[in-house]
């Protein structure tokens, strides 16, 4: 064999081999930036009270008073206290949907007494939640918009101890005295899924 052929050959197994091992390989390339102005930014979900708490009571000749000090209220059956107060939404995301709510757990019994947890039980079970003037614990916002944008809402929560029948003494006797805590009474936002 001629010397050009065998170091023609030589010099192509030498090729296949560094390929072969994962050597490199030498060629032209280059890169160019997408951008300069990519940034991703993310959007924005927040909750403010704009107004304070208002708390009126209702007895059952329907008037209805201002409660300067909730604490201070002693209720009896035939009376309804309804809670009242603005939250302000600031939402910004192309596709975002959100619900506002009460929180859960927003009606507890003061303490494991019986008389707290039977109070308690009364009032959760007759509790209405209104958002916005329309009934229900939640309602739902779309905002879907890359510009901030912000949502009035209104929550009125009414606890009604109604006055009941001849059957009501055995739920509503072992209340008196009982206390319900709302330090946890709360409203909320949160995310849900925005698919149309």
Avoid: C
Wanted: net charge negative; proline share 4%; glycine share 8%.
């Amino acid at each position: 064999m001629k010397k050009i052929t065998k170091g023609t050959i030589a010099a192509g197994a030498a090729v296949a081999l560094l390929l072969g091992a994962g050597g490199t390989l030498a060629y032209w390339n280059d890169t160019v930036d997408v951008s300069d102005t990519a940034v991703i930014t993310a959007g924005n979900l927040a909750l403010s009270q704009t107004s304070a708490p208002a708390w009126t009571i209702t007895h059952t000749d329907g008037t209805a008073t201002a409660v300067a000090d909730i604490s201070a209220v002693r209720i009896v059956p035939g009376d309804q206290l309804t809670f009242s107060a603005d939250y302000a939404i600031a939402a910004q995301g192309q596709n975002l949907v959100f619900e506002a709510g009460v929180a859960p757990g927003a009606i507890e019994a003061a303490s494991a007494a019986p008389a707290d947890v039977a109070l308690a039980s009364r009032l959760t079970e007759t509790a209405a939640f209104t958002i916005n003037g329309v009934a229900g614990s939640t309602a739902e916002i779309e905002h879907r918009s890359n510009t901030a944008g912000t949502y009035a809402v209104t929550i009125d929560v009414d606890l009604d101890w109604a006055f009941g029948d001849a059957a009501s003494p055995a739920l509503d006797n072992p209340a008196k005295t009982g206390a319900v805590d709302l330090s946890e009474f709360a409203v909320t936002v949160t995310q849900v899924d925005g698919t149309p």
